[in-house]
């Protein structure tokens, strides 16, 4: 039977659970959870705009960005240090560098030219900044999407000047310094009141010997000339570029015996208006390239000796 008072109503029944409670428990977890959501939020915000100034980041007209390195340029040349060709790295790998200690060989990279499908001719020049002397003038084609490097071989201390060119004008240039030390550890300087060209590499080598005919060897000769300017020529690229970088004209003579099976022997530096370092590797590369071609038969036969005595003179220019 109802209870007077309360016909038709429901009754309040306490069941231990506080509607207050729960709703300031949802409250809170929503208040946590909008703050987790724009904490995140904030941090993508901040990761993104860090990524785009990495990638795109301190434009300078569109060109260049700020690397750990220094300014890379994404349109132009600057210098890094060199590394191996054969890594064919990307253009934004290789950090940019204008200043280079005792052991470091600087390099000149270019990026941004060149079309789809059409290669671009251009040159690489450079210059002391004191002198305006040259010591490399490069021609190269650059292709899209490609980056150039260039190892600048560099002997004596100061600074350069490296220069793009290409139809006429000049595309860009960036400027770098070098420091360098000769054998008893003194800094080494370009010298003043000298010739104002180096020169830019072996021009001949002449070969003289006691024959009675001098035309009895001259196909052999020349033949041995080529062999001992493709020697040379090939470890003062690999090995020697320093050494013979920022030379002015000379030549070094050597004598020596080349015997029938193509031995060099008895080698001797008679005059040298380069310097010491420069005979004793151009000997070395000559002793180290023997034998030479063995003599034909009649030509060993009319001589009527195994050996010759040489004179060879090595002129660079």
């Not at 207050?20 to 959870?33: E, I, M, P, V, Y």
């Not at 999407?145 to 240039?173: C, E, F, N």
């Not at 015997?259 to 151009?282: K, P, W």
């Amino acid at each position: 039977m109802p209870t007077p008072g309360f016909q038709g109503r429901r009754p309040f029944i306490l069941t231990g659970r506080s509607t207050f409670g729960s709703n300031h428990l949802a409250d809170g977890r929503r208040q946590k959870s909008n703050f987790v959501k724009t904490t995140n939020y904030l941090a993508l915000v901040i990761t993104g705009c860090l990524c785009l100034l990495v990638l795109t980041g301190c434009q300078n007209g569109g060109g260049n960005f700020s690397g750990s390195g220094g300014v890379i340029k994404t349109l132009g040349v600057y210098t890094t240090r060199a590394v191996s060709p054969e890594l064919d790295l990307p253009g934004p790998a290789y950090l940019s560098q204008a200043s280079f200690g005792f052991d470091e060989t600087p390099a000149a990279v270019v990026i941004g030219y060149g079309t789809r499908g059409q290669q671009q001719l251009m040159t690489l020049e450079v210059t002391e900044s004191a002198t305006g002397r040259s010591l490399l003038s490069a021609d190269f084609y650059a292709s899209y999407g490609k980056v150039h490097m260039q190892p600048i071989p560099i002997r004596l201390s100061g600074d350069y000047t490296v220069r793009l060119l290409g139809d006429g004008r000049q595309w860009d240039a960036c400027g770098f310094t070098v420091l360098r030390r000769d054998q008893e550890g003194q800094v080494r300087l370009p010298g003043a009141g000298e010739p104002t060209r180096y020169c830019q590499g072996i021009n001949s080598i002449s070969v003289k010997s006691r024959e009675k005919d001098p035309l009895l060897f001259g196909g052999y000769d020349s033949r041995l000339v080529y062999q001992m300017l493709n020697a040379i020529a090939k470890d003062r690229h690999e090995k020697h570029a320093e050494l013979f970088a920022q030379r002015f004209p000379g030549c070094v003579v050597i004598q020596c015996r080349l015997d029938q099976t193509g031995e060099l022997t008895a080698q001797r530096i008679v005059a040298n208006s380069m310097d010491d370092a420069c005979g004793r590797a151009l000997r070395e590369t000559l002793q180290n390239r023997s034998p030479y071609p063995v003599w034909p038969e009649d030509l060993h036969r009319k001589l009527g000796a195994d050996y010759r005595e040489l004179t060879l003179t090595i002129n660079f220019n």
